[in-house]
């Protein structure tokens, strides 16, 4: 579903990402670990079709980026640490205008429903500026799952929000993965992802270092693989 | 690092002669003007140098669009280059306009349309380089100015046309009625050959410095190149 | 908490809308978005609002405007409020997409750049027009001038329409500056020079009764500003936007 080939990324002289190779296959859901500055929020910006790869190929359900990114963007699904959501409208108003945006027919129903998958029924008809983080981390899920994308990219969606949030965010994504679709999670917090990830990659200053499959590892062994991993980059 | 080209060495010692012999001419070949008297020879060197600014501005609008087509940095740095030279250039022939001027009509500054566009091409610069003040990521830089350059370019000759227009309803060189206001005068064979003399050697100064100045930007892009390689 | 139903069929249709149809759709969105969230919070509207009264207010003590003087100086005075008001309103409009990251938002979904521009310059636009049509009637109020005439009107349309073209596409630059409010007017009046020049004469010609004839070479000016900055527009956005 996605494919990555020698991916390097310059900003001015600055290389950030150094020819990466990375694929997903449909269905999986790879968790991309890395400490800060190693390039995941970059990379996702690039899947996301928000950045132009300097080099290197990159291919999503088999359109090319940037090239074809027009036929990409309606089979995305981005959640990134910044809500994408107006503060001066209610949650319902936000997810209208994205179902205007994308074009959804019976836009009422699946909002409705979408509603429902994230637990935010209830608070529909208040502005999102009344929203707690939480909350709003959830309604961006909302917003990110409604014209039902085939692959999903997650950028650090923990950030900011406290056990609770957490502990609700997690079902969230287990029931988003369950419908079968690719994600893609970035993370600097190997606890965030036990669980929910069936592929583990390891991004260090601009490279992936390391890979494994979560079925191949003991969840508590995972710290000690994370941290020979960064030491021997 | 690359040492200074021949033939840049070959333009800057032809850019100085040209300039020398340029400036002889103005002060001991040109006649002297009857009306204006020696004031008057701040001329040749006030027109040609708004003639090369305007080249300047025109090389940066072509560098902006070639930029953002090839999104090669090379085309940024000649961009950039351009319009610091067309700065200057510009900021000479407005200077020198206004001496003329004082001399001519016993006031510092007229309204008429190539002098106040001049001076809005001044703003426009400025504005620019502001603009790429306030950025950090270099490629983002280079693509708003190059924007930025081709944007003005197409707004400065409607604003020109607009104060001409404005001029002729309205002349407003204020306190002077005659029709010597815009300054113009007939010119003899010496004359001519003074001013287009003039002419070709600001053009060379303009292509040495811009030379000058894009080596300047490369050599920087690389030295800045080598400071990231040593500093991983 | 509800589970999504597991179904076979995909959970929604995209409209099999033609490009052109879609684009519209696309820019109504985001006017009628902003419309509505402008409408809640009333900060954009309120502050241009004050501003340009301030301003209006201002030159009142500045200049000392008798009843000929004013034929003459209306239209500078409406002019320079109308272009300092703007610019807040401009800013602020951007402001709003970059703040929350909203403007990843728009780029993610599937609509051409320019829908976006389009979307955005409409709703500065029609800020823009409430704006003057608050202030019209103040100033006629205070300074007993009658600002009713239609060629008027068509005049504050059109260059209305040639700030905001080129101001939208200004902001859209300025915005992601560090030098962000600031920037904008610095950026925009040289640019914007000819509009203000063809609008004030234009408008000045109308106030005072002259002849068509006298008039015109100032519309189409304004009308050609025009052309040529929305054409410019189309061709440029996606390179102020894209990464």
């Known amino acids: 579903m996605i494919q990555v080939h020698k991916l390097v990324k310059r900003f001015g002289l600055k290389t950030i990402l150094r020819g990466i190779d990375f694929s997903v296959a ?19 910006r690039i899947l996301a079709s928000l950045s132009r790869p300097t080099l290197g190929s990159v291919q999503i359900a088999g359109y090319r980026l940037p090239a074809q990114a027009a036929s990409v963007r309606s089979r995305l699904g981005v959640v990134s640490h910044l809500p994408l959501l107006y503060a001066d409208l209610t949650a319902e108003e936000n997810l209208r205008f994205y179902a205007q945006m994308y074009g959804l027919s019976q836009a009422g129903r699946r909002i409705t429903e979408v509603l429902e998958l994230v637990g935010l029924a209830a608070r529909r008809g208040d502005l999102v500026r009344t929203y707690s983080r939480g909350l709003t981390q959830r309604l961006a899920i909302a917003r990110a799952v409604l014209h039902d994308p ?10 900011g929000l406290d056990q609770d949030a957490c502990q609700m965010l997690d079902t969230v994504l287990r029931q988003v993965a369950a419908r079968g679709r690719t994600v893609v ?23 992936i270092v390391a890979s494994v499959q979560c079925s191949q590892v003991e969840p508590d062994s995972l710290p000690a693989f994370y941290r020979q991993a960064l030491a021997e980059a | 690092m690359e040492s200074r080209p021949r033939a840049l060495t070959i333009l800057d010692i032809a850019t100085i002669l040209l300039f020398i012999i340029a400036v002889g001419l103005v002060f001991f070949y040109a006649p002297m003007e009857a ?19 305007m080249l300047g501005f025109l090389v940066a609008a072509i560098a902006g669009v070639a930029f953002l087509r090839t999104s090669n940095r090379k085309w940024d740095i000649v961009g950039l280059a351009a319009i610091e030279i067309s700065f200057v250039f510009f900021f000479i022939a407005i200077a020198s306009g206004s001496i003329w001027a004082r001399g001519s009509w016993g006031t510092w500054w007229t309204w008429d349309p190539r002098l106040t566009t001049s001076a809005i091409v001044e703003l426009v610069y400025a504005a620019y380089f502001m603009l790429r003040q306030g950025i950090e990521d270099p490629d983002r830089r280079a693509r708003f100015g190059a ?63 811009l030379w000058h100045r894009i080596r300047l930007g490369s050599l920087a892009d690389q030295a800045e190149n080598l400071k990231m390689k040593v500093l991983e | 908490m509800h589970t999504v139903p597991q179904t076979e069929k995909p959970l929604v249709t995209q409209k099999d809308a033609s490009s052109a149809a879609r684009f519209t759709h696309s820019v109504w969105a985001i006017v009628w978005k902003d419309l509505a969230a402008e409408l809640r919070s009333r900060e954009l509207l309120s502050s ?9 207010l201002v030159f009142n003590f500045a200049l000392e405007l008798d009843a000929q003087a004013r034929a003459t100086i209306t239209g500078g005075v409406l002019w320079v409020t109308f272009a300092f008001a703007g610019t807040l309103g401009l800013n602020r409009s951007m402001a709003v997409e970059k703040d929350r990251g909203c403007l990843d938002g728009l780029l993610l979904a599937p609509v051409d750049r320019s829908a976006i521009y389009f979307g955005k310059a409409a709703g500065n636009l029609i800020f823009m027009l409430i704006v003057e049509a608050i202030v019209l009637p103040v100033y006629s109020v205070l300074y007993n001038v009658n600002l009713f005439i239609p060629g008027l009107l068509a005049v504050i349309l059109l260059g209305s329409v040639g700030y905001v073209a080129v101001g939208t596409l200004l902001s859209s630059m300025a915005v992601q500056t560090r030098t962000r409010d600031v920037l904008l007017p610095i950026l925009l009046f040289p640019l914007v020079i000819p509009v203000l020049i063809a609008a004030v004469k234009a408008s000045t010609g109308y106030l005072q009764g002259m002849l068509y004839a006298d008039i015109q070479p100032w519309i189409n000016l304004l009308i050609v500003y025009d052309v040529i900055f929305i054409a410019v527009a189309f061709m440029v956005f996606d390179y102020i936007v894209e990464e």
């Open chain 3, 48 to 56: 241009m609002l004050v501003f340009a009264l301030l301003v209006i």
């Open chain 1, 26 to 44: 449909a269905g999986e859901f790879v968790a991309l670990i890395g400490p800060n500055g190693a390039g995941k929020t970059t990379f996702l």
């Open chain 1, 150 to 159: 085939e692959v999903m990219l997650f950028d650090e969606p923990h950030t």
């Open chain 2, 147 to 209: 924007v930025y350059a081709v944007l003005s370019f197409i707004s400065v000759p409607i604003t020109f046309i607009s104060i001409r227009i404005f001029r002729t309803i309205h002349p407003v060189i204020l306190g002077i009625g005659s029709a010597g206001a815009e300054g113009s005068f007939d010119m003899t064979p010496k004359m001519l050959l003074t001013f287009m003399f003039s002419l070709l050697t600001f053009s060379f100064v303009f292509a040495d410095l």
């Open chain 1, 185 to 207: 999670m970035t993370s600097h917090d190997l606890g965030r992802i036990t669980g929910l990830a069936s592929r583990i990659d390891v991004l260090s200053r601009g490279t």
């Open chain 2, 35 to 53: 009306v204006m008297g020696q004031v008057q020879r701040v001329f040749y060197f006030h027109v040609a140098n708004a003639w090369v600014g």
